[in-house]
């Protein structure tokens, strides 16, 4: 069993920053991608990006492209998610989910975090 833990979210003010943190207890060598999807309340889950740590080839949501990013650690079994130019909308619970193979298909996801409760607000 895979086992993934969020960290790094927050209350942040409109057009504020944050990196979100997701660790893994298996090796990135056994988990060939890593999507961050986020969940408003009362609204259903949306895929944010993925991205495959084999050869570092992210998918953007239309809604964050430009805005964020991610980046690996495969030796720390981390991946990274930086935030930018937060907008209210972006509030939600946000989750890493592990895809064994790495093909970023909605339906490969195996393994889910507990997510982080990121927060827009003035």
């Known amino acids: 069993q895979v086992k993934l833990v969020e960290s790094g979210g927050g209350l942040v003010q409109p057009g504020g920053s944050l990196r979100l943190s997701c660790a893994a207890s298996?090796?990135?060598?056994?988990?060939?991608?890593i999507g961050w999807f986020r969940q408003a309340p009362g609204k259903e889950r949306e895929g944010v990006l993925c991205?495959?740590?084999?050869?570092?080839?992210?998918y953007y949501a239309d809604s964050v492209k430009g805005r964020f990013t991610a980046s690996r650690a495969n030796a720390k079994n981390t991946v990274y998610l930086q935030l930018n130019s937060l907008r209210p909308e972006d509030t939600a619970v946000y989750y890493c989910?592990?895809?064994?193979?790495?093909?970023?298909?909605?339906?490969?996801?195996?393994?889910w975090g507990q997510g982080t409760q990121v927060t827009v607000s003035s």
């Open positions: 989910a592990t895809d064994p193979w790495g093909g970023c298909r909605t339906d490969d996801f195996t393994y």
């Open positions: 298996a090796s990135t060598l056994d988990i060939y991608a």
């Open positions: 991205i495959n740590v084999s050869d570092g080839i992210t």
